[in-house]
């Protein structure tokens, strides 16, 4: 069975300070992994995918198949960065997502 | 650009009760899924639905669960008889294709007393 884990419910930083937010996974398989956002009282919603390889919002995240990760990063954390993220997995079968615990990021001005 | 809506944003009911979580995909979507967050918890898996039939359900979906498309807009989610246990955030979500990534609605809150 597929398993994500986000080691840290809490993460706090300083505006402009680098912040990485962990994201753990095991599956046998081939995953596709996701990072979500949730802004306060707002819907989830996607931030990144790994096959797109895109930067969002200044954050990049690089799955890494070796150590079972898919860290999100993002060189200078602003204010409007604070929101809840969610590392989600999805499997080769199935279109089911699988989600971590989530992190709370706040970044304190 | 579109998204998905769901009704009530807040629902309470008595334990024992039945309820009916609706949803609105976004409207070519063909995949349709139900997932719950109870509070503190991570966000699990529910059902996924395709083709006017459940694709894949978790565990959790069991007996007191049904969902239904009853028309060629909504998507719902029926607890038969409500638990404490039941109380979460339930969210609704889409896809058009099999590789899309989700859209999610903003969320019911469930609350059973």
């Known amino acids: 069975a597929q398993r994500v884990t986000q080691p840290e419910k809490l993460l706090s930083v300083f505006k402009g300070a680098p912040v990485e937010l962990k994201c753990n996974y095991s599956?046998?398989?081939?995953?596709?992994l996701f990072w979500y956002v949730q802004y306060s009282r707002q819907r989830l919603q996607l931030l990144l995918r790994?096959?797109s390889r895109e930067s969002i919002k200044g954050f990049t995240a690089d799955l890494n198949k070796g150590e079972t990760s898919f860290h999100l990063k993002k060189p200078f954390a602003q204010e409007e960065d604070s929101a809840m993220y969610y590392c989600?997995?999805?499997?080769?079968?199935?279109?089911?997502?699988?989600f971590g615990e989530g992190t709370q990021l706040t970044v304190n001005p | 650009e579109p998204e998905v809506t769901q009704t009530p944003s807040h629902q309470v009911t008595q334990m024992g009760q039945e309820v009916i979580l609706r949803c609105v995909p976004i409207?070519?979507?063909?995949?349709f899924y139900w997932y719950r967050q109870i509070l503190g918890q991570k966000v699990e898996f529910l059902v996924s639905?395709?083709?006017?039939?459940?694709?894949?359900k978790s565990e959790i979906f069991d007996d007191q669960f049904s969902v239904e498309r009853p028309d060629g807009s909504n998507f719902t989610l029926k607890i038969r008889s409500t638990k404490l246990e039941d109380s979460a955030m339930y969210f609704c979500?889409?896809?058009?294709?099999?590789?899309?990534?989700?859209?999610f609605g903003p969320g019911t809150r469930l609350t059973v007393l």
């Open positions: 989600a997995l999805k499997r080769t079968s199935g279109s089911r997502l699988t």
């Open positions: 599956y046998s398989g081939s995953p596709e």
């Open positions: 790994h096959i």
């Open positions: 409207s070519n979507h063909l995949y």
């Open positions: 639905f395709y083709n006017n039939e459940i694709s894949e």
């Open positions: 979500a889409s896809i058009r294709e099999w590789s899309d990534t989700q859209y």
